[in-house]
């Protein structure tokens, strides 16, 4: 039978058996054994296991949004293209980390805060693109992009 061990900066885990002593004396100290979890959707209450409520998926989506999700600007590309965002054309261009001509009215729509050249700087020198990126956000709203959909180029699945 598994035993549960919690520690309050590494979180839950649990062994198939009874771990040998010289393992438990490597542990973390602070670590407890707990009671085995009883299935997913619990977490250690101090005490006791308590189930948490499923949160909505605006909760959801929002908990991603604060995580900074990203994806590589080839994922980032690809999913641009499937979307009709960009044409094969500025697919291409933008994945070799130029920027795309149908981008370049952006440019000069971004906020004062970000400088058309740094933006264009920025992308041909990165191999990610985030989620809550100043300049992904421009070229969602120059495109008449929801944030659902910024959302789904980023990897976010309904």
Do not use: C
Request: net charge negative; glycine share 8%.
């Amino acid at each position: 039978m598994g035993k549960g061990y919690f520690h309050p900066l590494r979180g839950y885990w649990q062994t198939t058996g009874e771990p040998p002593q010289n393992i438990i004396d490597g542990y973390p100290e602070g670590t407890v054994e707990v009671p085995v979890k009883p299935r997913i959707g619990y977490e250690w209450g101090g005490s006791e296991w308590v189930e948490q409520r499923a949160s909505s998926n605006a909760e959801q989506r929002a908990a991603w949004r604060a995580s900074a999700p990203s994806v590589t600007r080839t994922a980032f590309v690809l999913a641009a293209k499937r979307a009709g965002i960009l044409t094969a054309e500025d697919a291409i261009i933008a994945a070799k980390g130029d920027w795309p001509d149908s981008f370049t009215p952006i440019l000069d729509a971004l906020p004062d805060n970000i400088d058309p050249l740094e933006a264009q700087i920025i992308w041909a020198a990165t191999d990610r693109v985030y989620r809550l990126d100043p300049v992904l956000i421009a070229i969602g709203e120059h495109l008449s992009l929801t944030p659902e959909s910024l959302d789904s180029l980023i990897g976010w699945a309904d």
